[in-house]
C-alpha cells in the first residue's frame, strides 16, 4: 500500500505561482512513477503532468505545457507541481497519484484509470 498526502494548495491571483508537493509512504517510492490530476467543479478529473519513476521522463498536459514543472525526490519521498504563471482556468482540485511499476524506470503514464493509488487532494483557486 502507498499512502499520498498532498499540501500546498491555496488561493491565489491571476500570473501568480503555487508549488504543490506530495509526500508519499507505505512503501519503496522509487517503485511508483507518479502524476498529477486536477478536477474542476463540474468537470472530470484530467491529467496534468506525470513523471517516470526515476524521473528521467516527463509529460505535460497541452494546458498546462510551459507553466507547469513536475519533479521528484526519491530520497525524500516526495513529489512536486511547480505551477507557474496561474489562471483562473488552472482553479480545481489536484491530486497526486502512484501508479506501481518494478519493470520500466523511464515509463509514464497519462490516464487515471493507469494508477493504482491516489492522494485526498488539494484545492487550489486562482483569483482573476
Known amino acids: 500500500q502507498v499512502q499520498l498526502v498532498e499540501s500546498g494548495g491555496g488561493l491565489v491571483q491571476a500570473g501568480g505561482s503555487l508549488r504543490l508537493s506530495c509526500a508519499a509512504s507505505?512503501?519503496?517510492?522509487?517503485?511508483?512513477?507518479m502524476g498529477w490530476f486536477r478536477q474542476a467543479s463540474g468537470k472530470e478529473r484530467e491529467f496534468v503532468a506525470a513523471?517516470?519513476?526515476?524521473?528521467?521522463?516527463?509529460a505535460y498536459a497541452d494546458s498546462v505545457k510551459g507553466r507547469f514543472t513536475i519533479s521528484r525526490d526519491n530520497a525524500k519521498n516526495m513529489v512536486y507541481l511547480q505551477m507557474n504563471n496561474l489562471d483562473p482556468e488552472d482553479t480545481a482540485v489536484y491530486y497526486c497519484?502512484?501508479?506501481?511499476?518494478?519493470?520500466?524506470?523511464?515509463?509514464?503514464?497519462?490516464?487515471?484509470?493507469?494508477?493504482?493509488?491516489w492522494g485526498q487532494g488539494t484545492q487550489v483557486t486562482v483569483s482573476s
Open positions: 513523471i517516470s519513476r526515476n524521473g528521467g521522463n516527463t
Open positions: 497519484a502512484a501508479h506501481t511499476d518494478f519493470i520500466f524506470p523511464g515509463k509514464i503514464w497519462v490516464t487515471s484509470a493507469e494508477y493504482h493509488y
Open positions: 507505505g512503501r519503496t517510492f522509487s517503485s511508483d512513477a
